[in-house]
């Protein structure tokens, strides 16, 4: 499947310090079925633990928000050097009870990781107009560590060549 023609990749968030909480791009889901979260940072200090936020709105301007509780599994990647064959190679699923947050574990400060949150576009509260979501990552603490967020947009709800652009409305 070539993406560019039958999906999207946006940045959700630049690369970007994460010692301060950080925010970017709503992604407006109307075009696609499906978005996959990809969190990529590097390694920090001990117990500067990234949490990562889910929200919804009705407009990519992110006005009429509310909580985004659906987030029951993501897979993981997390070490010390992520090209090492025994980290780099495969994902682990890790599932927890649908949530709004994803807290990072205790290792997951000093060590490199690459996270995907899978979200369905019918699991937001489409009845009452949601379709855009953002991901917020929590203040980690005074110590620099960098990482950023992508969004990977499959399910192309209408054909053709030109993908629905998922930042505007």
Same mark, same amino acid.
């Given at each position: 499947?070539?993406?560019?023609?039958?999906?999207?990749?946006?940045?959700?968030?630049?690369?970007?310090?994460?010692?301060?909480?950080?925010?970017?791009?709503?992604?407006?889901?109307?075009?696609?079925?499906?978005?996959?979260?990809?969190?990529?940072?590097? &390694?920090? +200090?001990?117990?500067? $633990?990234? %949490?990562?936020?889910?929200? =919804?709105?009705?407009? /990519?301007?992110?006005? !009429?928000?509310?909580?985004?509780?659906?987030?029951?599994?993501?897979?993981?990647?997390?070490?010390?050097?992520?090209?090492?064959?025994?980290?780099?190679?495969?994902?682990?699923?890790?599932?927890?009870?649908? &949530?709004? +947050?994803?807290?990072? $574990?205790? %290792?997951?400060?000093?060590? =490199?990781?690459?996270? /995907?949150?899978?979200? !369905?576009?019918?699991?937001?509260?489409?009845?009452?107009?949601?379709?855009?979501?953002?991901?917020?990552?929590?203040?980690?603490?005074?110590?620099?560590?960098?990482?950023?967020?992508?969004?990977?947009?499959?399910?192309?709800?209408?054909?053709?060549?030109?993908?629905?652009?998922?930042?505007?409305?």
């Amino acid at each position: 499947m070539n993406i560019c023609e039958n999906g999207n990749i946006v940045s959700i968030l630049y690369p970007s310090d994460i010692q301060t909480a950080v925010a970017d791009d709503w992604i407006n889901l109307k075009g696609y079925g499906h978005l996959d979260v990809v969190f990529f940072k590097g &390694a920090g +200090t001990a117990g500067d $633990d990234p %949490t990562l936020t889910f929200a =919804q709105a009705t407009v /990519v301007a992110g006005t !009429d928000t509310k909580a985004l509780t659906i987030v029951d599994k993501y897979y993981l990647k997390q070490g010390t050097l992520l090209s090492t064959s025994t980290v780099g190679g495969v994902f682990t699923k890790t599932t927890q009870t649908k &949530a709004t +947050t994803i807290v990072g $574990d205790g %290792t997951s400060a000093e060590e =490199q990781m690459i996270m /995907v949150i899978p979200i !369905d576009a019918e699991d937001l509260d489409v009845d009452n107009g949601f379709c855009c979501v953002q991901v917020s990552v929590g203040d980690v603490g005074s110590n620099a560590q960098f990482g950023c967020i992508l969004g990977i947009l499959t399910d192309p709800r209408y054909g053709g060549e030109t993908p629905i652009n998922p930042l505007t409305d």
